[in-house]
Structure formats: structure tokens, C-alpha cells
């Protein structure tokens, strides 16, 4: 099992431009969750997805911001405008449906960095 | 605020020592994590629990519910412990989502 893999690993970009962060979770998963870490504020929820359906955005930090999961075995998370203030690690996550048991399995991270 | 404290936020400790790590929360949660990100960034999770007890190794995990308080040890330290060891809890109220403490960041010198 390859765990869960995001692409890039690394995003220089400039204000203004679109960014658009990938991840495939692990086959089987039925939840996918996407997080941002920064200095600040630690850990924080963006969004999950339920069997490719959105359940919870009340993380999402404004409008510029969108994710989608066309299917089981993709995601992408953009960023439209971007700004400085966007600059973070983006972690994407996996969990199969087991009720609250379930351990969680992280990707690697997509270091971003808005100049 | 946040609803998950940890202490304490840096720890320095010698090689073989025990080590104590405290989370506290301040909801009634389903489920609480303890992860490990290593300085590469990745993030590893270590035990997911609900009650009692769980030892993996060197690393033991405790979860008292009534106080709303867990703890992470480890035994016989080494310098590869060394990490950012992260509380997370799995609110009622909100399902799947997890609410992060601001991690303890551990370094074990030889």
C-alpha cells in the first residue's frame, strides 16, 4: 500500500495565481479529510469528504477557496486567488469507515509558499 | 479557545529518561489521537483511543474520560523520539473532524 500520496510536495507561487494541491488516498478509504498547519495555529480542518461527498467545510477560510473529490480515488484542493497569508502545509488524510475507531493515515504534505 | 491543551508545549529530556506528555480537553469527544511529526514534516499516527490503556513499544497511551485528560509516555528514551507529538480529539458534536492541540515538541539529546 503506497499510503496516502499528495502532489506537489513543494508550491512556490506568486499573490494572484491559481494553486491547486492533489491527493489520492488509500484505496478503500471511505473518508478523506484535508488540513492546514501553520506556525500559528497548529492543525486546523478544511473540509471532509464522506464516499466523495462534502460533510464538513466550515473550515474552508473564505471564498478563494474550493476542494473537490470527483471520485474515490482523487482530490484536489484550490486556492483562487492566492495570497501570502495562504503560505502553510496542506496535509491530506484517509481513514476507512470503521465508526470512530479508525486510525487516521496523513500524506506527506504540500508545503505552500505564496510570495 | 481551544478546546484541547497540551503541556508542556517543550520538552528536553536525556537519552533513556521517562517522558510524560499531558493532553486536556474540554468537551465530551468520541475518540482521541496521539500523532508524531517528525522534523520531515511527515505526520504519523500513534494510538487512537476511547478508554483505558494502549502500549505500543516504548510508547504508552492513557485516557481518563471523567477528568477529560490523556497522557503519552515514553519509556526508556532515544534521540530518535525526538519529534512533535500532537493531541487530537474527535468532538461528539462534529463527527469525523478532529480539533488539534498545539503539539509538544520533544528532543532527546544523547
Known amino acids: 500500500d503506497a499510503g496516502v500520496i499528495q502532489s506537489p510536495r513543494h508550491e512556490v507561487t506568486e499573490m494572484g495565481q491559481e494553486v491547486t494541491l492533489r491527493c489520492k488516498p488509500i484505496?478503500?478509504?471511505?473518508?478523506l479529510f484535508w488540513y492546514r498547519q501553520t506556525m500559528m495555529r497548529g492543525l486546523e480542518l478544511l473540509i471532509y469528504?464522506?464516499?466523495?461527498?462534502?460533510?464538513?467545510d466550515s473550515g474552508m477560510p473564505e471564498d478563494r477557496f474550493s476542494a473537490k473529490m470527483p471520485n474515490a480515488s482523487f482530490s484536489t484542493l484550490k486556492i483562487q486567488p492566492s495570497e501570502p497569508r495562504d503560505s502553510a502545509v496542506y496535509f491530506c488524510?484517509?481513514?476507512?469507515?470503521?465508526?470512530?475507531?479508525?486510525?487516521?493515515?496523513f500524506g506527506n504534505g504540500t508545503r505552500l509558499t505564496v510570495t | 479557545k481551544n478546546e484541547v491543551e497540551q503541556s508542556p508545549q517543550n520538552l528536553t529530556a536525556q537519552e533513556g529518561e521517562f517522558i510524560t506528555i499531558n493532553c486536556s480537553y474540554s468537551v465530551g469527544i468520541s475518540a482521541l489521537h496521539w500523532l508524531q511529526q517528525h522534523p520531515g514534516g511527515g505526520i504519523v499516527s500513534l494510538f487512537m483511543?476511547?478508554?483505558g490503556k494502549k502500549k505500543h513499544g516504548r510508547l504508552i497511551a492513557t485516557i481518563n474520560i471523567q477528568e477529560k485528560h490523556s497522557s503519552l509516555h515514553i519509556t526508556a528514551s532515544h534521540p530518535r523520539d525526538s519529534a512533535v507529538y500532537i493531541c487530537?480529539?474527535?468532538?461528539?458534536?462534529?463527527?469525523?473532524?478532529?480539533?488539534f492541540g498545539k503539539g509538544t515538541s520533544l528532543l532527546v539529546t544523547p
Open positions: 483511543l476511547s478508554s
Open positions: 487530537a480529539v474527535r468532538l461528539r458534536v462534529t463527527g469525523y473532524a478532529l480539533n
Open positions: 469528504f464522506n464516499n466523495n461527498v462534502p460533510i464538513d
Open positions: 484505496s478503500g478509504h471511505d473518508y
Open positions: 488524510a484517509s481513514t476507512p469507515s470503521q465508526g470512530f475507531g479508525s486510525p487516521l493515515h
